[in-house]
């Protein structure tokens, strides 16, 4: 059901992959609610995605930037302005990748190479777009900026490797830059915190099956669906959210703060 949340507002969106992505549902439901955006990735990720796909169902354009080249940022954020004719209202940063846990690496014997680009990818590119949108004095009053996380920032999940740190990382830039950006512009940033979802980037997470059936199991209202972490970002990409900014919530029906569930109880006794 569309509610026209995010009528004349103008976007960027980041990593959507293929059908699965989180990004290309929220893509496909910020298109629903008459916002319109910008849809990037990064170039090798344009030539085996179905990106053209999503652009030519949401009537969208799209530009590729590497989230580790400021240049590419820079470039990108210029070239959104004039192909959405102004500023921007809101951004989704759906990006995530640890070539440690791609290689399958243990977290007590990281590649630092691997760490090192892992981390330029997911969690310094957050703050690379902000720093490009800011400087570009890119973003509208009243703007909104979202990253997706997962909760092995706070709690450990050993086969979450160093992604977990990644998170952590970004995380963090969402508070430190949120301040700046709330300060300066009133534009706020904040991360969802969504559960495991069967996505690319999900499933090459080891033991993906148990751990999304663990999750199912532990959360009172079950897992979130991409398509709802899609819904949750439009409230934060709405006029409605206006001053929620510096946080990271929790879309994860309830797991992070469930101790312990029947189902999961009923296996022990
Ligand atoms: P996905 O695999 O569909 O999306 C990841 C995206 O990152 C891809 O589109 C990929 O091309 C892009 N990417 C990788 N390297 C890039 C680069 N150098 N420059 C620009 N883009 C690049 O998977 P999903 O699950 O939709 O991931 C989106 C976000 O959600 C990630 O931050 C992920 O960590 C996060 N997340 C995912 C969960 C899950 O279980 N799937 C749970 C919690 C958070």
New binding site residues.
């Given amino acids: 059901m569309a509610y026209n949340l995010l009528k004349g507002k103008k976007g960027i969106i980041?990593?959507?992959?293929?059908a699965?992505?989180?990004?290309?549902?929220t893509a496909e439901r910020v298109h629903e609610e008459g916002g319109t955006f910008v849809l990037?990735?990064?170039?090798?990720?344009?030539r085996?995605?179905q990106?053209n796909e999503l652009a030519e169902k949401t009537g969208s354009q799209i530009i590729p930037?590497?989230?580790?080249?400021t240049e590419?940022l820079d470039k990108l954020v210029s070239q959104a302005m004039e192909i959405l004719g102004g500023k921007i209202d809101f951004v989704l940063?759906?990006?995530?990748?640890s070539i440690n846990v791609r290689k399958g690496r243990h977290y007590t014997d990281e590649n630092y190479e691997f760490t090192h680009k892992g981390w330029?990818?997911?969690a310094l590119?957050f703050h690379r777009v902000m720093q490009s949108l800011f400087k570009a004095d890119a973003m509208n009053e009243w703007g909104s900026i979202v990253?997706?996380?997962?909760?092995a920032a706070q709690r450990s999940f050993p086969d979450y490797n160093d992604?977990a740190d990644?998170?952590a990382y970004?995380e963090s830039v969402a508070r430190s830059f949120g301040y700046f950006f709330g300060k300066e512009k009133k534009v706020r940033v904040n991360t969802?915190?969504?559960?495991?979802?069967?996505?690319?980037?999900?499933?090459?997470?080891k033991g993906?099956d148990g751990?999304?059936s663990y999750a199912e199991q532990m959360s009172p209202l079950g897992n979130a669906t991409?398509l709802e972490?899609a819904d949750y970002t439009l409230t934060l990409f709405s006029d409605l959210t206006k001053k929620v900014t510096m946080q990271n919530l929790f879309h994860d029906g309830g797991f992070s703060n469930t101790g312990v569930s029947q189902e999961v109880m009923e296996k022990f006794v």
């Fill in positions: 980041f990593g959507a992959l293929d699965n992505s989180i990004a290309w549902k990037t990735n990064a170039p090798i990720a344009m085996m995605g990106i930037a590497d989230a580790t080249s590419d940063h759906s990006i995530g990748m330029d990818v997911s590119s990253a997706l996380t997962y909760m992604m990644n998170k970004l969802i915190s969504q559960s495991p979802t069967p996505t690319t980037a999900g499933q090459g997470v993906f751990f999304i991409a972490c």
